[in-house]
């Protein structure tokens, strides 16, 4: 399959990208930097602003399915990012006929979410350092998926938790609806992505959860709170 990854430039859409082609997919990775991203055979990188709609059309012409891991760090200034680039997408994708779509969401927007019953966490830690910086991130996140579920494609929307690096896919676990966990590993969204192309879950939203090997919290908040916007 000739799959489309918008976001590949990212820590997910690297562990994606390299997924894909171990599996002996072909690969357009679309960044906003194509520079940055390493040859490989099966590889073919394109240089694509989500925002603009003529280079996502361009990007999209000729693969069998999309695959988007778009991502932006917290902040409080508006963010259009997820719900301008996922529009351009489906219409780049009705353009040229093709129907597959996965893509990446957070489960922190499920108002039956919850990462832990620990008071402290919820009323405190989660507060502080996902829902007031992310508010303006996760309202986006919502503009997004309601514009995909909106749209006749055959979507399938991969909510992910609190995302960490991990060596390896783990069996990690697959929900339909809210989920009760904290962390989901890059290489296990990854893997969970790759297994809807087949057109799983069809118009349905599910969750990726990872429960071996999961970080501590103060690990958590220093590598993925303090240090990774630094290394963006």
Not at 54 to 61: H, I, P, T
Not at 81 to 88: D, E, L, P, R, V
Not at 90 to 106: D, Q
Request: glycine share 8%; aromatic share 6%.
């Amino acid at each position: 399959m000739r799959v489309a990854v918008f976001g590949a430039n990212g820590r997910t859409g690297r562990e994606l990208t390299r997924q894909a082609l171990d599996a002996g997919h072909e690969v357009v990775a679309v960044a906003r930097q194509p520079g940055q991203i390493p040859a490989r055979d099966g590889l073919t990188v394109a240089g694509a602003d989500v925002r603009d709609k003529a280079e996502v059309d361009a990007a999209v012409a000729g693969v069998d399915a999309v695959v988007s891991v778009l991502g932006v760090s917290y902040t409080r200034a508006p963010v259009t990012t997820y719900s301008a680039g996922i529009a351009n997408i489906i219409a780049a994708m009705t353009n040229h006929g093709v129907t597959r779509l996965v893509v990446t969401g957070t489960a922190a927007v499920d108002p039956g979410y919850r990462a832990s019953d620990s008071v402290f966490f919820t009323r405190v830690m989660e507060p502080l350092f996902m829902r007031i910086p992310g508010k303006t991130l996760y309202a986006d996140n919502v503009r997004m998926e309601e514009l995909i579920e909106a749209s006749t494609l055959d979507w399938t929307i991969v909510r992910a938790c609190w995302l960490f690096d991990a060596p390896r896919v783990s069996d990690y676990l697959v929900r339909v609806g809210a989920v009760h966990a904290m962390f989901t590993a890059r290489a296990d969204l990854a893997a969970c992505l790759l297994a809807q192309l087949p057109a799983d879950h069809v118009r349905k939203t599910i969750s990726v959860v990872t429960t071996d090997g999961t970080p501590g919290l103060i690990s958590q908040i220093w590598h993925e709170g303090i240090r990774a916007p630094r290394r963006r």
